[in-house]
C-alpha cells in the first residue's frame, strides 16, 4: 500500500509540474475581444493569356526566305497570320521527327505561321536562329 501511495503523489507532482499556468496574475486582463470574421471568398484566378511577343523582323525575314523557296509559293504576297513569343519543351522546336534525337532543354523561340496561296505555313524557331517548317496537324 505505501508503494501505491508513494506512486500517486509522484504522478501527481509529475501532472502539476507539466501544466502550463493560465495567465500570470501580474498582467492585466485584456478586456478587448476579438471580432469572428468569417473567411472572405477569393475569386478563382482566372486562366492566364497565351504568352505572346513581338517576333524580331529579321527572323521573321529569314522565314519568309525559306518560304519563298517552297514549290509554288509567292512568298512577297505571304502574310503573317500568326506570330509568338514560345518557349519549346526541347530542341525538336514542337516538331518532333521519329528517330530523330534531340536535345532535352527549354529552348526559347517564336511561332510564326504565314498564309500563302490559301495554305498556312507554320514556322518554328529558335531564338538563336535555328528554324523549321512544321507540318500542321490536320
Known amino acids: 500500500?505505501?508503494?501505491?501511495?508513494?506512486?500517486?503523489?509522484?504522478?501527481?507532482?509529475?501532472?502539476?509540474?507539466?501544466?502550463?499556468?493560465?495567465?500570470?496574475?501580474?498582467?492585466?486582463?485584456?478586456?478587448?475581444?476579438?471580432?469572428?470574421?468569417k473567411p472572405e471568398r477569393v475569386p478563382a484566378p482566372e486562366p492566364a493569356a497565351p504568352v505572346t511577343g513581338e517576333v524580331p523582323q529579321e527572323i521573321i525575314a529569314k522565314l519568309r526566305a525559306d518560304l519563298a523557296k517552297q514549290p509554288g509559293v509567292d512568298a512577297s504576297q505571304a502574310r503573317v497570320v500568326a506570330a509568338q513569343a514560345v518557349t519549346w519543351p526541347s530542341g525538336a522546336l514542337g516538331c518532333a521527327q521519329p528517330g530523330e534525337i534531340y536535345t532535352q532543354a527549354l529552348v526559347p523561340g517564336y511561332r510564326v505561321e504565314f498564309e500563302a496561296g490559301g495554305r498556312i505555313y507554320a514556322y518554328h524557331a529558335a531564338e538563336r536562329g535555328y528554324f523549321k517548317l512544321c507540318p500542321r496537324p490536320g
Open 1 to 37: 500500500m505505501r508503494r501505491l501511495v508513494t506512486f500517486a503523489a509522484a504522478l501527481v507532482a509529475t501532472a502539476s509540474a507539466c501544466t502550463v499556468p493560465a495567465e500570470s496574475p501580474d498582467k492585466p486582463q485584456s478586456s478587448v475581444s476579438k471580432p469572428s470574421r
